[in-house]
């Protein structure tokens, strides 16, 4: 139940995030899919993989991402 | 090119490429019923040849050390050829400290660095008993004095995001994971075989040289990650402001 629900969840995340126009929503957005990619991955037993997804898509990713985006501001 | 003709390359590589998937994913074993013969054997050696209760571990830092060596300098080349290109000989230091004025921003700042940066320890140092490790630690570490810089401002952060703290210590990571496979050799046997004793399973002393190599690539990758940081930092936003 818990997987189904994470997997839908999954489904319509990545739409989300190639639906989303604005960059910075964008970056965001594709970290919220990311952690829900991590839960799906705790609900499927696999924690290490879990642990990698967090730390790739909710803390490197993001700040590359953000950074490119300020600069693509100023 | 006009939306109609994007649309008509779209939709049949659209259906191609969904085709593949179903046909893929249809093919693959069921959920839970590995078919591979290296996964049962790395189940069944871990704790009694290792001393190891995170099979996933054992394998990156032991069973198959020398390729996570391959891939920590992957990840060094990639950071080597980043400082190349953007650290500039005449660099200008920031003139203004960009202040974060607001009062919980700034409490937040003084608090969350450290609880990030503890939980990225803990995720290095538990590595070879629970799920985590080097690589996943390490980038927490990062992201802790990554939220530095977003929430004290540039000053702040600069102190330990400059080159003359984190250059040393991504040698010392990426150096430290050869010393430990070469003191294997010197002594004898293959490199980077496992000398130091397993330890005891279950707990911070599991792993014996493994652990070494573990703490070697957290060092790395938080280097490597904060040198990134900082590269693109001041090569682009504070310059780009100043």
């Not at chain 2, 080159?163 to 050799?185: N, R």
Request: hydrophobic content about 55%; aromatic content about 8%.
């Amino acid at each position: 139940m818990i997987q189904a629900t994470l997997l839908a969840l999954v489904a319509l995340g990545a739409p989300a995030v190639v639906l989303t126009r604005d960059p910075l929503r964008m970056a965001v957005v594709n970290g919220l899919y990311g952690l829900v990619l991590v839960l799906l991955f705790v609900a499927l037993a696999a924690p290490d993989v879990a642990l990698s997804m967090l730390v790739v898509s909710c803390i490197a990713y993001p700040l590359v991402l953000l950074i490119a985006i300020s600069r693509s501001r100023s | 090119m006009s939306r109609r003709a994007r649309l008509a390359i779209f939709a049949p590589a659209l259906v191609g490429f969904a085709a593949l998937l179903v046909w893929g994913v249809a093919g693959l074993p069921h959920f839970g019923h590995y078919r591979g013969p290296y996964g049962h054997v790395v189940n069944r050696i871990v704790i009694p040849e290792r001393h190891v209760s995170n099979a996933v571990n054992a394998t990156t830092y032991d069973i198959r050390g020398f390729d996570t060596m391959g891939e920590e300098f992957i990840l060094f080349a990639a950071v080597t050829g980043v400082v190349l290109l953007l650290r500039g000989s005449g660099r200008t230091r920031a003139e203004k400290d960009d202040v974060v004025r607001s009062d919980v921003v700034r409490a937040a700042g003084a608090v969350a660095p450290a609880v990030v940066v503890l939980v990225g320890l803990w995720v290095a140092a538990f590595g070879f008993v629970t799920p985590g490790g080097g690589f996943q630690g390490g980038v927490a570490v990062a992201g802790g004095a990554a939220v530095l810089f977003v929430t004290l401002g540039y000053r702040a952060w600069s102190r330990l995001g400059n080159e003359s703290i984190l250059d040393p210590l991504e040698g010392l990571g990426a150096g430290g994971y050869v010393v430990v496979g070469v003191a294997a050799l010197a002594s004898g046997l293959p490199f980077l075989t496992n000398i130091f004793g397993f330890g005891v399973a279950g707990t911070l002393r599991s792993g014996g040289s493994a652990e070494l190599l573990n703490w070697a690539a957290a060092i790395e990758v938080a280097a490597a990650n904060l040198i990134l940081m900082t590269e693109f930092v001041e090569q682009y936003l504070v310059r780009g402001r100043s």
